[in-house]
């Protein structure tokens, strides 16, 4: 299992910028460059969505709606994943999640877009972004 604990939330305004981390503690016999990482978001009353996620490797992928404004990475080095996110806008308001999932096969990482492909989930972080 992989614990994840989030931070860096908080509230700004339209147009600024905020760096998410999110530390992982790994009691499996693998390690965290063995894991997929994503950031998903849930809003209220609506489901939770995937935002970015970073293979072991490096690899990213980043939804639509973010893509040129948030940028995932890692260090693999200190168990920790970081969502920078520039250009704030109002819609992405949410609680922001961190996510592992263990991928041993190349590719997997590029097909876990949906939050069932993840095993484990930090408690997550509020973005509150006014206009």
């Known amino acids: 299992q992989v614990q994840l604990v989030e931070s860096g939330g908080g509230s700004v305004q339209a147009g600024g910028s905020l760096r998410l981390s999110c530390a992982a503690s790994?009691?499996?016999?693998?390690?965290?460059?063995?894991?997929?990482m994503g950031w998903f978001r849930q809003a209220p009353g609506k489901e939770r969505e995937g935002v970015a996620r970073?293979?072991?490797?490096?690899?990213?992928y980043h939804d639509d709606a973010v893509k040129g404004r948030f940028t995932i990475s890692r260090d693999n080095a200190k168990n920790t994943l970081y969502l920078q996110m520039t250009s704030l806008k109002p819609e992405d308001t949410a609680m922001y999640y961190c996510?592992?999932?263990?991928?041993?096969?190349?590719?997997?990482?590029?097909?876990?877009?949906?939050?069932?492909?993840?095993?484990?989930w930090g408690q997550g972080t509020q973005v509150t972004v006014s206009s």
């Open positions: 790994i009691a499996s016999g693998y390690s965290y460059s063995d894991y997929c």
């Open positions: 996510a592992a999932v263990l991928t041993l096969r190349v590719g997997v990482c590029g097909r876990a877009a949906m939050a069932s492909s993840y095993n484990d």
């Open positions: 970073i293979s072991g490797n490096g690899a990213t």
